[in-house]
T-cell receptor
Framework: EAGVTQFPSHSVIEKGQTVTLRCDPISGHDNLYWYRRVMGKEIKFLLHFVKESKQDESGMPNNRFLAERTGGTYSTLKVQPAELEDSGVYFC???????????????FGPGTRLTVL | QKEVEQNSGPLSVPEGAIASLNCTYSDRVSQSFFWYRQYSGKSPELIMSIYSNGDKEDGRFTAQLNKASQYVSLLIRDSQPSDSATYLCAVHTGGFKTIFGAGTRLFVKA
């Protein structure tokens, strides 16, 4: 079974440009999460999808970030326009369930390292 | 107070010893607890999950949970140099959000 995949693995852009990150969850996982890790800091929750619906987007930093999950399969996270402080590693994770113990384990993708110059 | 706290380390243990990693959390209604291992430049890898008070063993790993003390730990027996990594404690809170600690760096000396 394929794991969570993310694309691209690295992205270097200039301040003011737009970047779109993609995440493909494990097949059959309804729950998809985006996280960000800024250098030296802990992994921070950004948002959570259940199928195509945003369950919780309380971690999104500001309205320059837009996440979508059309059709409830893969998800995209767009940053527009990018700022210097957006640099970091963006992780996607998926889980089969959210609340049921034993089924709410999240499996992470390899991450996208974003550098904004 | 951080929602999930871990000692940043580094924790250094000799090969073959027991490594003990600790984590405390603030949300008393948290229900699910996870330990992830993260090698430098890699993504977090789930190694243990625990949901009930007590111990849960899986190979060389034992997770311990004490909800009354809001404390969860990970023991690694017979530590190997390949266990050297950052260990992340993650807590699924009462609001169903997963909060990560900053991680503890473990070094296992050969």
């Amino acid at each position: 079974e394929a794991g969570v995949t993310q694309f691209p693995s690295h992205s270097v852009i200039e301040k003011g440009q737009t970047v779109t990150l993609r995440c493909d969850p494990i097949s059959g996982h309804d729950n998809l999460y985006w996280y960000r890790r800024v250098m030296g800091k802990e992994i921070k929750f950004l948002l959570h999808f259940v199928k195509e619906s945003k369950q919780d987007e309380s971690g999104m930093p500001n309205n320059r970030f837009l996440a979508e999950r059309t059709g409830g399969t893969y998800s995209t996270l767009k940053v527009q326009p990018a700022e210097l402080e957006d640099s970091g590693v963006y992780f996607c994770a998926s889980s089969q369930e959210m609340r049921l113990a034993g089924l709410n384990e999240q499996f992470f993708g390899p991450g996208t390292r974003l550098t904004v110059l | 107070q951080k929602e999930v706290e871990q000692n940043s380390g580094p924790l250094s243990v000799p090969e073959g010893a027991i490594a003990s990693l600790n984590c405390t959390y603030s949300d008393r209604v948290s229900q699910s607890f996870f330990w992830y291992r993260q090698y430098s430049g890699k993504s977090p890898e789930l190694i243990m999950s625990i949901y009930s008070n007590g111990d849960k063993e899986d190979g060389r790993f034992t997770a311990q949970l004490n909800k009354a003390s809001q404390y969860v730990s990970l023991l690694i027996r017979d530590s190997q140099p390949s266990d050297s990594a950052t260990y992340l404690c993650a807590v699924h809170t009462g609001g169903f959000k997963t909060i990560f600690g900053a991680g503890t760096r473990l070094f296992v000396k050969a």
